[in-house]
């Protein structure tokens, strides 16, 4: 299976810092969409990019902003991924790739059939993300994974938790596993459960 890489996601208070600086995932996800009870303004992520521990790249996830604002976050040294989360398509990651050379862009993709597999196989992104709409804490239907898997490495994404992290990895020998809602406890990071998590990940 190898070593599986763990992104927690969703970061936005001094207490979240300071647990994943303390159980040391491989990836900080910080949301710039503004809808979102996570997210982080541009001033406040000086802030948290200056606490986290330097050893865990910034993650960055932005919906359908233009590529010029996206870029100028890893230009000003804010994240060093960038994560895309709506409706950005090849011209657009081609656009941010010369705005941001050398940057790691991911896509995210909301799957519901074999056809949107299709399409993140096909991506330009460094890796793509399978993930079931973006923030509900539900997972997909993982029997599209059954029948048709990714020949390109991914992160398996949308409703994962200690209780099913263990099977979504053992079934589909994910690249990565990125949790954000299953870390939480009434809608803010849980310290214990980011632990958990992480030890589980390390320990498959």
């Not at 040294?77 to 011209?91: C, D, P, R, T, V």
Request: proline share 4%; glycine share 8%.
């Amino acid at each position: 299976m190898g070593d599986i890489k763990i992104k927690i996601c969703g970061l936005y208070r001094g207490e979240d810092i300071e647990a994943v600086n303390r159980y040391q995932p491989d990836y900080a996800g910080f949301v710039f969409y503004p809808p979102s009870h996570r997210y982080v303004s541009k001033s406040q992520m000086q802030v948290w990019r200056e606490r986290l521990d330097r050893r865990i790249p910034a993650v960055g996830v932005f919906v359908d902003l233009p590529e010029q604002e996206v870029a100028d976050y890893w230009k000003e040294g804010l994240i060093q991924i960038l994560q895309l989360h709506g409706h950005e398509n090849e011209k657009y990651i081609h656009k941010l790739r010369e705005l941001a050379p050398g940057c790691e862009v991911w896509k995210a993709f909301r799957i519901r059939t074999a056809a949107d597999l299709e399409t993140a196989q096909a991506s330009s992104a460094d890796h793509v993300l399978l993930d079931n709409g973006y923030g509900t804490g539900q997972c997909f239907d993982w029997k599209l994974m059954k029948n048709r898997g990714l020949s390109r490495p991914f992160l398996l994404a949308g409703g994962l938790n200690a209780e099913n992290i263990g099977e979504a990895a053992r079934n589909f020998s994910p690249w990565g596993l990125d949790v954000s809602s299953g870390a939480e406890t009434d809608k803010k990071k849980d310290p214990e459960k980011i632990r958990k998590i992480i030890e589980m990940v390390r320990n498959l």
